[in-house]
Nanobody, 124 residues
């Protein structure tokens, strides 16, 4: 089992940048596929990005492609989401997720483990 803790959210103006991180417990972090999802008020949780165990395979939602970069450090047991050129529509609670059973996936139900979320607010 793995526990996930997000941090690094905050308030930023449109066009700005943030870099949330997701710290994982456990010695098997490197075996987990990791993902970022987000949920805005009144909307369903949606896929943002995912990364395989060594970073060699990544996937992004079309809405963030070219602006966001997912990465991981298997020594530090931490995953990151570099978010550039932020837009007001990026405002949401951002969640990290993990699972060892799947390949990179856009489906929320593919991931067993979830963090508590970090708020990202982009002002116009």
């Amino acid at each position: 089992q793995v526990q996930l803790v997000e941090s690094g959210g905050g308030l930023v103006q449109a066009g700005g940048a943030l870099r949330p991180s997701c710290a994982a417990s456990g010695r098997t972090f490197r075996t987990y596929v990791m993902g970022w999802f987000r949920q805005a008020p009144g909307k369903e949780r949606e896929f943002v990005a995912a990364i395989n165990w060594n970073g060699g395979n990544t996937d992004y939602a079309d809405s963030v492609k070219g602006r966001f970069t997912i990465s991981r450090d298997n020594v530090k047991n931490t995953m990151y989401l570099q978010m550039n050129s932020l837009k007001p529509e990026d405002t949401a609670v951002y969640y990290c997720a993990a699972d060892s059973r799947v390949a990179v996936s856009r489906a929320a139900n593919a991931y067993r483990y979830w963090g508590q979320g970090t708020q990202v607010t982009v002002s116009s």
